[in-house]
């Protein structure tokens, strides 16, 4: 038993094992059952994961972009086809920007994710932030094209502002922004039927002001966002 063991934390396949050990396969699956180590995954376990929360309202703030759909109301015509389907509806972009520290999230709802229009969402970002008493003084991103181009490195020296990106294929450690879509998807752009995609997006302010203001956050002792502005206020 002990040396099917060690071959499997050697990372060698059942059937090698049994071929190497003399013992049935069937023996070999057992023994790696009762040891827990039949599973591939178990040879290799995910990381822990690492939560982490900076000190002040500002040290960090979470960028990320959603893809998301247009769409308008379909009908069934009497005769079996559909009225008022598109073929092509197109494509929109949620950018949501998230402060580590408060939680507290401004979003906009733009019609692509290029650099121009994501660097104009940072200015408004910056600016939504600072009406709340909050300076923003670095952003974490993935990366994406438009995070990577030259145009948004250039925004950010200019606005001073310190620009990390996540490693690849790591989304976790931007989970502020990761977990907020998710929110914001589950809460507001599915919670109901629309008529259309411009009645989903004329709706997205109201619950973000709704997230920021009154909904209880479990990582914030169930207060709103905003009782870690700098402000502390609803205004």
């Known amino acids: 038993m002990e040396r099917v063991v060690e071959l499997r934390r050697g990372h060698m396949p059942g059937y090698e094992i049994a071929r190497r050990t003399g013992a049935s396969p069937a023996s070999v699956s057992r023994i790696l059952r009762r040891a827990r180590l039949s599973r591939w995954r178990d040879l290799f376990p995910p990381p822990p ?4 929360e900076h000190p002040r309202p500002g040290d960090l703030l979470h960028l990320d972009i959603k893809g998301m759909t247009r769409f308008s109301e379909v009908s ?5 086809r559909l009225r008022g389907k598109q073929k092509h509806p197109g494509f929109q ?12 999230a401004f979003t906009q ?3 692509d994710q290029k650099a121009d229009t994501t660097i104009g969402f940072l200015h408004s970002a910056v600016d939504f932030f600072a009406s709340h008493g909050i300076a923003i003084r670095a952003l974490l991103t993935d990366n994406g094209s ?3 181009s030259t145009l948004f490195r250039q925004a950010c020296l200019n606005g001073k ?5 996540t490693r690849p294929y790591t989304p976790r ?3 502020k922004a990761e977990r907020f879509i998710q929110t914001a998807l589950h809460e507001w752009a599915r919670a109901k039927h629309w008529a259309s995609s411009e009645e989903r997006d004329n709706s997205l302010k109201p619950w973000t002001d709704y997230y920021n203001l009154q909904r209880p956050h ?15 206020t609803t205004s």
């Open 49 to 52: 994961v690492v939560r982490y």
């Open 93 to 104: 972009a949620l950018h949501v920007a998230v402060d580590d520290h408060s939680r507290m």
């Open 146 to 148: 438009s995070y990577r």
């Open 218 to 232: 479990g990582s914030l002792n169930y207060k709103p966002p905003i009782s870690r502005s700098e402000k502390g």
């Open 76 to 80: 069934l015509r009497g005769d079996g």
């Open 173 to 175: 450690t931007n989970g």
């Open 161 to 165: 502002l310190k620009h990390h990106r």
């Open 109 to 111: 709802m733009l019609p």
